[in-house]
């Protein structure tokens, strides 16, 4: 990714607000959305259950429209339908014609995408294997179990070799055989030439795949950038296992997290701390078992801003 390169994704001011029925009961979804993406990169859109992903995806396929904002895809303008040339898209729930086999499905949409002949066979084949369904290219897609589906709505994304997938929660209803081919078939996508952008709650994946996050919070995003700039460079933290060292205190920056004979888990948070409790484990006469770094999760910093959000709206609701 260069960012002196034209973006394939942006999204400016997006805000998308529901109206019940009536007009009465509004529901602001976005509230002013800004999204960049850069050709090349893996970006993870990540958000709690109902922060507005599958809404903000969906004003991206073109299935809805925004209440304000504007977007481009590709080169053009979100309102132009030669923006979703080139893109793949995922919905969140795919559900296909149950009548259709997954080949005959992806033979019909290859068609869609324009693929002659031999580029269909040759594609959907070869796409059947990689999303692991080649042995099960036959059956009806109403008898597929939900993975399955998911896994054909992957294909489906993949056919045409698209410059930008769009992919709404990839990795859910897949078991770990699944998760893991999944996570491949992404990271092997930009050499292709595709740039990805997914949501996704399960975090441990966007940290494995992904060039940058952005965390979607109250309509906007709460935080965005490469995982070391989320997350910190290095260590934050240590644990550090000390034998003998059952009389010891915790510190300022220490706790002690289990202590089992004389045997002791502390958990240091900074460098002064760690150097401290150092110091005090050789002048107590103690062993050194273990230091281990612990950088922050992305899991452990989306639920900091998410108690940091509980906190706020609490404090604004009892000044
Ligand atoms: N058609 C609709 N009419 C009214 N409200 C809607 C509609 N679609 C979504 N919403 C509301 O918009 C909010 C965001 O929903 P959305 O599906 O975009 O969340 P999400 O981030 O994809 O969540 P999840 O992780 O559960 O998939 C929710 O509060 C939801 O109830
Ligand atoms: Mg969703």
Known sequence: MRSSDEPVLTARSLCKTFRGHLSMGRTQVLRGLDLTVYPGEIYGFIGANGAGKTTTIKILAGLIHASAGEFRLLGYDGADPRSRRGLGFLPENPNFPGYL?????????????????????RDVDRLLDEVGMAGRA???LRKCSKGMMQRLGIAQALLGDPVLLILDEPMSGLDPAGRRDLRDLILAQPARGTTVFFSSHILSDAEVLCDRVGILREGRLAL???????????????????????????????????????????????????????????????????????????????????????RERHEERAP
């Open 224 to 310: 965005e950038g490469s995982l070391d700039t989320i997350l910190g460079p290095g260590a934050a933290a240590w644990d550090v296992t000390a034998t003998r060292a059952g009389g010891l205190a915790a510190g300022t920056g220490t706790t002690a997290i289990s202590r089992q004979d004389d045997r002791v888990l502390f958990r240091v948070e900074g460098e002064a701390a760690l150097a401290n409790l150092l110091d005090r484990l050789r002048a107590a006469g103690a062993g050194l078992h273990s230091v281990t770094p612990r950088r922050l999760t992305l899991e452990e910093r989306f639920l900091d801003l998410e108690e940091q959000g509980a």
């Open 101 to 121: 086999s997954g080949r005959e499905f992806l033979d019909f949409q290859a068609r869609l995408v324009g693929l002659d002949r031999d580029r269909r066979r």
């Open 138 to 140: 036959d059956t009806p």
